[in-house]
């Protein structure tokens, strides 16, 4: 039910159309002055605005500016006297949806006014669709998984998509593929063009559940200052996927059990009834049947929830799956992140022994990590399937062993023998390379021996003619030749002799 608010000084006219109004079904609100107004729509948040342009204390287009500044989706129609129709356009360029002239046709009046309701709806539906669902409706690319046991609930899903009410109740594992199926549902019904929205009913605390679910009233609680429109308000249409329903408390198990009866509900501190034409589909990974025997959960709400049960087998009971969808994921997240790899037969192997306790959610998991660690062009190995969970940080390590090149160790072994033989075969080293264990220390001393050795070959061994040639004392020279171990050439000489 949409809510008019009426601003017009004349309290015939408001009375006029409050009344031809609420025979619509309608809900009228009325203020009397500009400044009322504003007063009212910050309380009521009424769907569309009907302004008098005329007002005793602000002109209309004053009214209209501060209206928008409060709320700039905000759908006001302007009333205007015939005389005044620039009047009304520059309202329309300030931000009004439409203008009526007076005196006006009721039935166009009424056209007009349900036209505008209608825009003000969708227009809360896309804020709400791009606020809160886009990234759940984006990007909902998925696989039909070709078991025997999956084209059974295919089955289901399409045969239920056909009706348009019928409440649904999904039961699997965690990750199974609950969200999936219902979203499935949603995409082949003539709900489509609604919006789809999802409500975890673990996550959200109780006291705040219901206004989740159904809106509340300005002022229906301490931090409740303006109107909320709730899921099944904005679902209106389409479908609310219930997640994790064996969770919801009690009392908010009945309220469930009323809208689905009656497709009526109450916002939180609201006096009257608003419809809503929704799809009800709910999941849980819990026995409901155990629930109801220790008085967790409704058993009239559970037949009533149940009127078409689908259960999703676990992904280990159908491994015909497994490597179709881990194909899927494989190409989906290689493609993200500009990879083409393929599954080796281990890795394949590997995927199919293993138990997925977490199902379809654990193996997308799973390929995501293997697509991050392999290296581009290759094949996934068993080696870079990680099936426990990882931190960045562990990932990144990951990544690190199997995409940086492991140093070649007999390369690198093969430079430092090549560095070796030169140092003992003359000083054409290059001093730049700093191979592994260098110590400038050991370098140095290998240059000095090596200077050494030079000069007393060029010398014949005449200790004081090599001094002369390295510019030290005699001393010194005989010094470093017991330092490095460096027999006196003259003396091997004599002993050759
Ligand atoms: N057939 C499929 N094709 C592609 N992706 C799938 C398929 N089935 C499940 N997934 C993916 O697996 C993950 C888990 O699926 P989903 O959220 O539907 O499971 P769930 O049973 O609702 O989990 P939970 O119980 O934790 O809410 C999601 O990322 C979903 O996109």
Redesign the pocket.
Known sequence: MSTILVVDDEPVVTDYIKEALSEEGYAVEVAYTGNDGIVQAKKVSPDVIILDFMLPDLNGIEVLKKLRQLDESLQVIMLTAYNSVPTALEAVRNGAADYILKPFDLDAFKITVAKICEKAHLTNQLRFLREDNAKKLAGNE??L?PSVQMAKVYDLVFQVAQTNDTTVLIL?E???????IAKLIHQNSSRAAKPFVEMNCAAIPENLLESELFGHEPGAFTDARSKKLGLFEYADGGTIFL?EIGDMPLATQAKILKVLETKEFRRVGGLRDIKSDVRVVA?T?KDLSFEIDRGNFREDLYYRLQVVPIDIPPLRERKEDILH?AN?FLEMTGRSMRKRLELSGDAASALLSYTWKGN??EL?NVIERAVIVTPNGSRILPEHLAFKPMSVAELAKKSEEFLIPKPDYEARQAEQQRQAEQRSNGLSFSLSKFYDGFSLKAHLEQIERQYLLDALEKTGGNQLQAAKLLGIERHVLRYQMKKYEIDDPRNSKNSDD
């Open positions: 998925f696989l998984c699997g965690s990750g199974a593929g609950k969200e999936h997640d999941a990974n969808l899927f379809v959610r997308k």
